[in-house]
């Protein structure tokens, strides 16, 4: 019986050590511009949370995004139409206090086979939804998936960065 009670407790202690206990920062839309490629935005933003600070053992600090109605963000998950970069220290403040190079994909229906979304597919996967929906997200190597609070992008505000291009 002792070593059952040694073993549970063991196991809820483990379980345990691999939340993250970081606050979950809420994010701050500030501006979104095209790339002179014309292949990625930047995509700047705000949060009171120290996001670049919050682990020491990180694998990666990137902003995921959606172009649809799937708002599942965890690692494996395949999103049809999404979105990524990784998030650097803004050096324009007016723009945010960070900044994310976001490029726009489609995965393909064989996993691992995507395309970059550009023209006339990512303009019609931005007029199907008002809002582009992102998050903050972390991988680390003690502690499970570090995710913000959802932001919200209108996709408006991609569009008339598309439109000013042309």
């Known amino acids: 019986m ?3 009670l040694l ?11 691999s939340n993250h206990g970081r606050p ?5 839309y500030r501006a979104v511009s095209l790339s002179s490629s014309g292949s990625s935005f930047f995509i700047g933003f705000s949060s009171h949370t120290d996001l670049l600070g919050l682990f020491q053992s990180k694998i990666g600090e990137e902003l995921v995004c959606t172009l649809g109605a799937d708002l599942d963000f965890s690692i494996g998950h395949y ?7 990784i998030v650097e220290v803004s050096e324009n403040p007016s723009k945010g206090k960070y900044i994310a190079r976001v490029i726009f994909k489609e995965t393909g229906e064989v996993q ?22 992102c998050t903050f ?3 680390t190597t003690k502690y499970k ?11 408006k505000d991609f569009l008339k960065e598309i439109d000013g291009l042309e």
């Open 7 to 17: 073993t549970l407790a063991l196991l809820f202690c483990c379980s345990c050590s």
């Open 24 to 28: 979950i920062a809420a994010l701050d």
């Open 112 to 133: 691992g086979k995507e395309r970059i979304l550009d023209g006339n597919g990512l303009r019609g996967a931005l007029m199907a939804n008002d809002f582009v929906v």
């Open 145 to 155: 998936t570090y995710f913000s609070e959802f932001m919200r992008i209108p996709s």
């Open 79 to 85: 999103q049809k139409l999404y979105g990524n970069g």
């Open 2 to 4: 002792n070593r059952f």
């Open 137 to 139: 997200r972390v991988h």
